[in-house]
């Protein structure tokens, strides 16, 4: 949506390489989530964030809310982290971005 | 255990027919959601409760109405159906307000023939 922009719109990355998705909000929110729907179509929670950092496996991600925008970083990505990440805000409504498409090769 | 339950998971349902899209949540939570997404499209919202009442509503048809019979319910009934109805629905849900956090359903996969 426009209240949520995310960059890259896909993505294809070697297994065991890392990348950083971005989520830019065009709306003040103090929280952030991120989620990966998975091949099978199932949303999954990864993060829900305030201002800050928080890391869980080799996922990693910050949210700057003075400027508006957050990471999702993926360090050594495997197969199984393929799918399409959406980050999301909560402002009465869920606004979604419109995801990045993961595709791990092997 | 899954926490927010929607059935059923498939729904085959023919053109002009009505169905009930079932939500139940056992996470305490006293917002519900309803969302819609297309084959390959992000999530479209649908519909906003809290404490069983309606607070927001971006569906521009009235052949979707929701139903609220428990405050742990939210189910969506979806009147003549049309083929362009099929869409994968998601209930979701969370404590009532914004920035609080959103868990969803795993999505009842209508298709209208």
Redesign the interface.
């Known amino acids: ?1 426009d209240q949520v922009k995310q960059s890259p719109s896909a993505l294809s990355l070697q297994e065991g390489t890392n990348s950083a998705l971005r989520c830019n909000f065009s709306i003040a ?3 952030v ?1 991120w ?1 990966l729907q998975n091949p099978r ?3 999954m ?1 990864l993060f ?1 964030l305030v201002p800050g950092t928080k890391e869980n496996g080799r996922l990693k991600s910050t949210f700057n809310s003075k400027e508006s925008y957050s990471t999702l970083h993926i360090r050594d990505a495997q197969l199984e982290d393929s799918g399409t990440y ?1 980050c ?12 990045t498409q993961l595709v791990v090769k092997p | 255990d899954p926490k927010i339950i929607q059935k059923p998971k498939y729904l085959v349902a023919v053109t002009g027919s009505e169905k009930i899209l079932i939500c139940e949540q056992y996470l305490g939570h006293n917002a519900m959601y309803w969302y819609r997404q297309s084959a390959k499209k992000p999530l479209e919202f649908m519909f906003s409760y809290s404490y069983q009442k309606l607070m927001d509503n971006q569906t521009a048809s009235s052949r979707f109405q929701p139903q609220s019979s428990k405050k742990n319910h939210l189910d969506l009934q979806i009147t003549a159906l049309k083929p362009d109805d099929s869409a994968t629905y998601f209930c979701a849900s969370s404590q009532e307000g914004t920035d609080t956090e959103v868990f969803f359903g795993k999505g009842t996969r209508l298709t209208v023939v």
Do not use: K, M, V
Request: without cysteine; glycine residues 16%.
């Open positions: 949506g929110t103090t929280t989530q989620f179509g199932s949303l929670n829900y959406f999301a805000l909560n402002n009465n409504r869920i606004f979604f971005g419109d995801g």
